[in-house]
């Protein structure tokens, strides 16, 4: 049984309230998806259950770059920075259609923080740290060279800079594919089923109690080790283990903002100082350039962190300080998005100055949660993770495991022998779509999300006969219907084609279609179709509305 196909769902809860577990997973972003991914494969029998959609929390909201975190070396992370940094050559080497090598420009500003020295050893330190082969390490280029390999920056502020590699991705496409990858040895995930209280024997955790959304059934789960894999939640869930003690989580909201690439056709990536010293990027993206991020404190609803009218303001001051010839405006911002960073508390630290470093909490009763870290650094946390969980199986039930070889497996959609291979399959593709009159900019957007599995999605459409842009996508859906649990229409618009980021407008030309495709596929009445509806007005008018931050955030008084 394809257990992610969105019709096989009834089927798979049913033989999942059966089953005792190795390992229940609670939580379906990057961190949980690597969790079950390794678990699975080393021949442990996983559950996943996610609350939301898969990648519904953190996981679709980041800055969508697999770096090392070049910042985190002026706080001396020397070891955060060699392992995302030496992680960002295997994930890319797993999925080079899903994390591709996009070079990043650090201008250096006259009177900047960092002058050219002091620049050029930060970068070769974060060359050497993260093994760069010599192909790809950093180079310092003149002003001239700066504002050739991208004339939108001011010229007369600019001193040189330095250009170095990172690699660009989806998040919650990684996420998905990642939990798909474990799904093929073995693994159980599932979306809309939240975790609400846990099961005890011997006063040890030994299960959980759940909801699930979607049959609107409660669940009892059963596994001999659980682990809480829940972002931003997962200090709600230690507490309800009555173990939210010593350490505990600070939550720093992320905003990115979405601009027209006609607004701001950057050629290249951007790596920049803010007037108060912070450091943002500014990434292009087919039709579309991004800008991002915030730090603040965050004090509202953890389920829909809002981008304000303050966070725009602030990225858009920073962004015209040094791109001035865009005059770039609040009416230009098409999207956005905020995100929950589920950072570990640091007395007397600021949002920005804290660690990124993950860590284990292991309970008086062995619930192991994990919190901190980056997307970057998804398969090592979870080897981390999936080591104690080994351990701790085999003293408490003799049970044994493989080692961990997750470096070894390629993601879904994988299978590509480099970067030249993925541009190829994807001009292939081009030349195929060019027949039906389709955009160019289609065949790399699928080939992208998608990689190799792009040939499913083509069977799909070749048997359609609707042959244009609509009709691509709706075999799109198709496929993520039958692959990717799709449920509800900004499953699909979000977090399987990230529409609503980086193609805001497609959502509004394609809503019907979608709308309708998925009402005649799930036989929902009316209630259902005009909610859903609702849905997708509500997330189109949030990503692109800013109401004042003490409107949607409950800041203490100091
Ligand atoms: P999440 O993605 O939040 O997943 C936790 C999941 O648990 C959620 O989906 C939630 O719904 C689910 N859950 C919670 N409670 C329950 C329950 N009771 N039952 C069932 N499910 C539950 N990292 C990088 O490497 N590169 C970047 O460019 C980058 N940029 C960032 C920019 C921003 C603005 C932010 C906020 C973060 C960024 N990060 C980046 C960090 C990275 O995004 C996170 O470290 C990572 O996504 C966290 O993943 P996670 O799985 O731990 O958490």
């Known amino acids: ?114 002058g050219k020295m002091m620049t050029a050893l930060g970068l070769m330190v974060y060359d050497v740290l993260a093994g760069v082969e010599s192909e790809d390490q950093r180079v310092m280029l003149s002003k001239k060279e700066t504002i050739k390999q991208e004339p939108l920056l001011k010229e007369d502020i600019l001193e040189g800079s330095g250009l170095y590699a990172e690699y660009r991705t989806d998040d919650a496409r990684l996420s998905i594919e990642v939990m798909k990858t474990a799904a093929t040895y073995g693994a159980h995930c599932l979306n809309y089923v939240e975790v609400r209280d846990f099961v005890y024997t011997d006063e040890r955790v030994s299960g959980a109690l759940c909801h699930d959304y979607l049959s609107g059934q409660d669940l009892s789960l059963k596994a001999k080790q659980v682990v809480s894999a829940a972002g931003p939640w997962v200090d709600e869930l230690r ?87 865009l005059a770039l405006s609040l009416a230009d911002v098409q999207s956005s998005w905020a995100g929950l960073r589920p950072l570990i508390h640091e007395e007397g630290k600021s949002a920005s100055e804290i660690s990124r470093k993950d860590e284990i909490f292991i309970s008086p009763t062995d619930l192991i949660s994990i919190a901190g870290g980056k997307l970057t650094g998804y398969r090592k946390m979870a080897e981390r993770v999936v080591d104690v969980v080994a351990k701790r199986l085999d003293k408490k039930y003799d049970l044994k495991f493989k080692k961990c070889f997750t470096q070894e497996i390629v993601i879904k959609g994988g299978g590509f022998n480099n970067s030249a291979a993925v541009i190829a399959f994807s001009e292939q593709l081009a030349q195929t779509l060019a027949k039906y009159a389709i955009d160019p900019y289609q065949a790399r957007y699928l080939v992208h999300n998608y990689g190799q599995q792009t040939t499913e999605i083509m069977k799909i459409f070749e048997q359609m006969e609707q042959k244009d842009t609509e009709g691509l996508a709706l075999a799109e859906l198709e496929f993520t219907l039958k692959n990717e649990m799709v449920h509800t229409a900004m499953d699909f618009f979000s977090r399987r084609t990230g529409r609503i980021y980086f193609d805001i407008q497609s959502i509004r030309e394609l809503q019907e279609s979608v709308l309708s495709k998925l009402k005649a596929y799930f036989a929902w009445d009316e209630e259902r179709f005009t909610a859903e509806k609702a849905e997708v007005e509500r997330s189109v008018f949030e990503a692109s509305n800013f109401p004042p931050r003490h409107e949607t955030e409950n800041i203490p008084s100091l």
């Open 1 to 114: 049984m394809n257990i992610f196909d969105s019709k096989n769902r009834s089927q798979l809860l049913a033989g999942i309230i059966q089953e005792e577990y190795d390992l229940l997973v609670i939580g379906g972003g990057a961190t949980g998806a690597g969790i079950a991914l390794d678990a699975a494969s080393r021949g442990m029998k996983t559950l996943l259950v996610e609350k939301g959609d898969f990648a519904s929390g953190t996981s679709s909201k980041s800055t969508k770059l697999i770096h090392g975190g070049l910042r985190y070396l002026k706080q001396f992370e020397i070891a955060l920075v060699r392992e995302v940094g030496r992680e960002r050559a295997v994930v890319h080497k797993l999925a080079p259609h899903l994390v591709v090598n996009e070079k990043m420009l650090l201008p250096l500003i006259k009177d900047g923080t960092y």
């Open 239 to 325: 507490a309800k283990n009555d173990s939210l003690e010593g350490k505990h989580l600070f939550l720093s909201k992320g905003v990115h903002i979405v601009l027209p690439h006609e607004r701001f056709p950057l050629r290249q990536s951007v790596y920049f100082d803010m007037p108060d010293g912070r450091m943002v990027f500014a990434i292009p993206r087919g039709k579309i350039t991004y800008v991002g991020t915030t730090d603040t404190q965050y004090f509202g609803d953890k389920n829909n962190p809002r981008t304000n009218i303050e966070d725009v303001e602030y990225l858009l001051h920073g962004t015209n300080l040094i791109f001035p010839n």
